[in-house]
């Protein structure tokens, strides 16, 4: 499997979609609510507004979440998972349960 199989390997795909640092995050945060970017910023204090704004930008360009831009003033711009983003919340529920195993994993070995 190389970084050609983009589009037709599922682990090489899934692996790409979510290379980002903060993806898995900034899609956890949208899991139940749609969100603005301040709100976003907020609950990542440690991620530059550069970082972020490329973040979304990448998962927007995937098709994993949806940029909605109201034409008011000031501008309004809020995030929410698309409909291909929704599908990933079984996914982010199973990664919970392994990496509380994971953590419990951790403890015990101490």
Do not use: H
Not at 2 to 29: H, M, N, R
Not at 44 to 66: D, F, V, Y
Not at 79 to 88: H, N, P, R
């Amino acid at each position: 499997m190389i970084e050609d199989d983009f589009g037709k390997c599922p682990y090489v795909t899934v692996q790409k979609l979510l290379s980002g640092k903060w993806a898995l995050i900034i899609l956890f945060l949208l899991l139940n609510k749609t969100m603005r970017f301040s709100e976003l910023q907020r609950e990542l204090p440690k991620l530059t507004q550069a970082t972020l704004t490329k973040q979304l930008r990448t998962l927007e360009e995937n098709g994993l979440i949806i940029r909605t831009v109201y034409t008011q003033i000031p501008p309004k711009v809020e995030y929410s998972l698309s409909d291909i983003g929704e599908k990933f919340k079984p996914v982010m529920e199973s990664l919970r349960v392994w990496g509380d195993e994971y953590i419990d994993f951790l403890n015990s070995s101490k």
